[in-house]
């Protein structure tokens, strides 16, 4: 497992070389935010964070973002639209990551998001969320690329779990690329699309709700590095 540092303190270097930073998500440049304001939409609307650190929201202005966390942001709207909405509602969720970052789901031991520097191989990536779980077991793993309503690209690998993470035994041990959505299933896989829409895309939106309270993400050095 890798060992993660408490909030607010810098990033610690495990013996593998892999770096894991504070356990909430801070945002960074290029990230795609939907903001949402109950029954005000005139004031819901997705920004993306600017290369100065900022975005921009109507009344309140520009907000430097840069480094803040998903519930400090969301608590710093709360407060500055409580002088024009009576109880303000307000919620979060990320669209789009900006920098290398892929989302990992299913049957692992760290479900989350994990920011990359260089390239990094399907199997290092199921490294970095710790493995596969126990009740992985013989199963297949889903790489999705794209937006999951639409129609994205798909690749389904079979794998087997006993030997893959020890041996390095992969016949397609494929390059992650940002924003990837890589989802580990158990031994049945049916019709992705129905596996998309019934199970990866409910878990990534309750994924997305839960980052706001409590994120998962953590840098990964190459071990090449």
Same mark, same amino acid.
């Given at each position: 497992?890798? !060992?993660?540092?408490?909030? =607010?303190?810098?990033? @610690?270097? +495990?013996?593998?070389?892999?770096?894991?930073?504070?356990?909430?998500?801070?945002?960074?440049?290029?990230?795609?935010?939907?903001?949402?304001?109950?029954?005000?939409?005139?004031?819901?609307?997705?920004?993306? @964070?600017?290369? &100065?650190?900022?975005?921009?929201?109507?009344?309140?202005? &520009?907000?430097?973002?840069?480094?803040? #966390?998903?519930?400090?942001?969301?608590?710093?709207?709360?407060?500055?639209?409580? &002088?024009?909405?009576?109880?303000?509602?307000?919620?979060?969720?990320?669209?789009?990551?900006?920098?290398?970052?892929?989302?990992?789901?299913?049957?692992?031991?760290?479900?989350?998001?994990?920011?990359?520097?260089?390239?990094?191989?399907?199997?290092?990536?199921? *490294?970095?969320?710790? =493995?596969? #779980? +126990?009740?992985?077991?013989?199963?297949? @793993?889903?790489?999705?690329?794209?937006?999951?309503?639409? +129609? !994205? %690209?798909?690749?389904?690998?079979? *794998?087997?779990? %006993?030997?893959?993470?020890?041996?390095?035994?992969?016949?397609?041990?494929?390059?992650?690329?940002?924003?990837?959505?890589?989802?580990?299933?158990? /031994?049945?896989? =049916?019709?992705?699309?129905?596996?998309? /829409?019934?199970?990866?895309?409910?878990?990534?939106?309750?994924?997305?709700?839960?980052?706001?309270?409590?994120?998962? @993400?953590? +840098?990964?050095?190459?071990?090449?590095?």
């Amino acid at each position: 497992r890798i !060992p993660a540092s408490s909030a =607010g303190n810098s990033a @610690v270097d +495990t013996p593998s070389g892999i770096t894991s930073v504070r356990n909430e998500y801070y945002l960074e440049i290029g990230d795609s935010v939907a903001i949402d304001v109950w029954r005000v939409p005139d004031l819901s609307r997705t920004v993306i @964070v600017r290369p &100065d650190g900022r975005i921009s929201m109507p009344i309140v202005g &520009d907000l430097d973002v840069l480094g803040v #966390s998903l519930i400090q942001l969301k608590d710093i709207l709360t407060k500055k639209f409580t &002088d024009y909405v009576w109880n303000p509602q307000v919620s979060i969720s990320i669209l789009q990551f900006g920098g290398r970052k892929f989302v990992i789901l299913g049957e692992v031991r760290g479900q989350g998001v994990y920011r990359f520097q260089q390239d990094i191989s399907l199997i290092e990536a199921l *490294a970095l969320a710790g =493995g596969f #779980s +126990t009740s992985a077991k013989k199963g297949k @793993v889903m790489i999705i690329r794209g937006d999951i309503h639409k +129609t !994205p %690209q798909v690749k389904i690998i079979n *794998a087997n779990m %006993q030997n893959l993470l020890k041996q390095g035994m992969l016949s397609e041990n494929l390059t992650i690329l940002p924003n990837d959505i890589i989802y580990v299933t158990k /031994d049945f896989l =049916g019709d992705y699309r129905e596996v998309i /829409d019934n199970v990866i895309s409910p878990t990534l939106g309750t994924f997305t709700d839960f980052m706001v309270a409590r994120s998962a @993400v953590r +840098t990964a050095q190459d071990k090449r590095n």
